[in-house]
């Protein structure tokens, strides 16, 4: 089941943020923040980000029973109990964007964090590179899958940047 919050002060999501990843890291495991990109989706900002949502739950339900096949074929496990998903918007950056990227769905993206055991990590990022022909297809809503690590954040840091 993912995990969804809302704050409406930056400064305070990202320092919610970087403490939830620092209280992950302090427990033995490791995060996992997977962007997806979506093909153009129609409706509202809000049913777009639902769609979205039930996306990513969908990919990460078979990611996991794909990895639980893998690690324990005669039982279940319990790999990926949650995981967090945000919006994301572009914001201006150095490096340009094709302007493909920033005009569907307005730039609307997501990341999804998934904690786990520091011991799955590659088999997590070789199974979402793997079967990406699964989750992305020319009829999916997903248009994109990519996977990328997420290492403890200096609070710091990370506020000074908002």
Do not use: C
């Not at 302090?26 to 769609?51: M, R």
């Amino acid at each position: 089941m993912a995990y969804r919050y809302r704050d409406n002060d930056p400064r305070q999501a990202v320092e919610n943020y970087a403490s939830w990843i620092d209280a992950l890291h302090s427990e033995g495991l490791s995060v996992l923040s997977v962007v997806f990109q979506f093909n153009q989706l129609p409706g509202s900002q809000l049913s777009k980000i639902a769609q979205m949502q039930r996306e990513i739950e969908t990919v990460v339900d078979m990611v996991t029973r794909r990895m639980d096949k893998v690690l324990y074929p005669n039982r279940s496990s319990d790999l990926i109990s949650f995981f967090k998903i945000t919006p994301d918007y572009p914001v201006p950056k150095k490096k340009k964007k094709p302007i493909r990227e920033v005009t569907i769905n307005d730039g609307l993206h997501m990341n999804a964090d998934v904690p786990h055991s520091p011991s799955i990590t590659n088999l997590l990022v070789e199974l979402l590179k793997e079967y990406q022909r699964l989750y992305v297809t020319p009829w999916s809503a997903i248009r994109s899958i990519y996977p990328n690590g997420v290492e403890t954040y200096s609070k710091s840091v990370e506020l000074n940047t908002i």
